[in-house]
Nanobody
């Protein structure tokens, strides 16, 4: 009922910036929190940032460098979620996933995109 498609990943030098986008569609009125996770090779997936209504939260590792935001379409069937990443470090290299948490009749459901690769290297 909800589809998430990420874009915007790529190769960037340390200190550079990237903006990730997540196009969310479907039953968006039944999605509460949306956020970003990442998974580096050989590591577990970790939470990066979350937005619920106008409230945002960040992991310690990205606080002050990343900014999450969300746009809503008037029809309630689409939404865009962005992750603005600045001052990127090699340790930010990972596959970044968009995530949505269901509410109402979708409570307990979690939705994931396919991921977009971010590589920080000189």
């Amino acid at each position: 009922q909800v589809q998430l498609v990420e874009s915007g990943g790529g190769l960037v030098q340390p200190g550079g910036s990237l903006r990730l986008s997540c196009a969310a569609s479907g039953s968006m009125r039944n999605i509460g929190a949306m956020g970003w996770y990442r998974q580096a090779p050989g590591k577990e997936r970790e939470w990066v940032a979350r937005i619920v209504d106008a409230r945002t939260d960040y992991s310690d590792s990205v606080w002050g460098r990343f900014t999450i935001s969300r746009d809503f379409a008037r029809d309630g069937a689409r939404s865009m979620v962005y992750l603005e990443m600045r001052n990127l470090r090699p340790e930010d290299t990972a596959l970044y996933y968009c995530h949505g948490s269901g509410i109402n009749y979708l409570r307990g459901r979690e939705f994931w995109g396919q991921g977009t690769q971010v590589t920080v290297s000189s």
